[in-house]
């Protein structure tokens, strides 16, 4: 037995309209980004930086590629699992993402070189997450890549984490945090829908 839920982008689009004014508010104050970005080496006295530096994005390019994502992306698991587990996903995957990237900026052996008082900023975590959480449930939708390039969800989320792993600059701890929490929580998602498949049947 399947379920489906009417498409609803509501809450999505409440955490799309949350980042748009954040990035207005940083566009038109750009001093705020100082005390929303996350800076591991601050993260024991100023710990909120962990969520407030999910909503900070650096340049119009940025936060587009993440809203636009995490509208389709999104609104299909809303259809799927509801949208108290989208805001789950979402909000973990974020937080999972910001803990990576404090743990490798400040104990990782290979980090020695990293600077732990450079700042993170970004959704992107936490839209790797809503990304492979639908990836688990629907790995073969298909999806436009840049709206030409056709190809099965799981080959464009697996296929942007290591594209993106490769440029200069870019938190990929926080893609990866988002990353293992979102396939962790569409398994889990996966096996209680099988579950009550089973006790329907």
Do not use: C, Q
């Not at 020695?112 to 936490?126: E, K, N, R, T, Y």
Request: glycine share 10%.
């Amino acid at each position: 037995m399947r379920e489906y839920r009417t498409p609803n982008p509501t809450g999505v689009l409440i955490v799309i309209f949350v980042n748009v004014l954040v990035f207005i508010a940083t566009s038109l104050a750009p001093d705020i980004v100082h005390h929303l970005k996350l800076v591991p080496a601050d993260f024991t006295h100023e710990p909120w930086r962990i969520v407030t530096s999910l909503f900070v994005h650096d340049g119009l390019f940025h936060i587009l590629g993440n809203m636009v994502a995490l509208y389709f992306f999104g609104t299909y698991l809303t259809m799927l699992v509801g949208e108290t587990k989208f805001f789950a996903t979402y909000l973990l995957g974020g937080l999972l993402g910001g803990a990576f990237y404090i743990l490798e900026s400040l104990y990782a052996p290979w980090s020695s070189s990293l600077d732990p008082h450079i700042g993170a900023i970004g959704a992107s975590g936490a839209v790797f997450a809503v990304g492979a959480a639908l990836t688990v449930l629907r790995p073969n939708l298909k999806v436009l890549l840049f709206f030409i390039i056709p190809m099965p969800l799981w080959v464009a989320v697996i296929g942007g984490f290591l594209l993106l792993s490769f440029i200069p600059g870019v938190a990929w701890e926080a893609h990866f945090g988002g990353l293992v929490l979102g396939l962790t929580a569409g398994f889990l998602f996966a096996r209680k829908k099988r579950e009550r498949d089973r006790y329907l049947l």
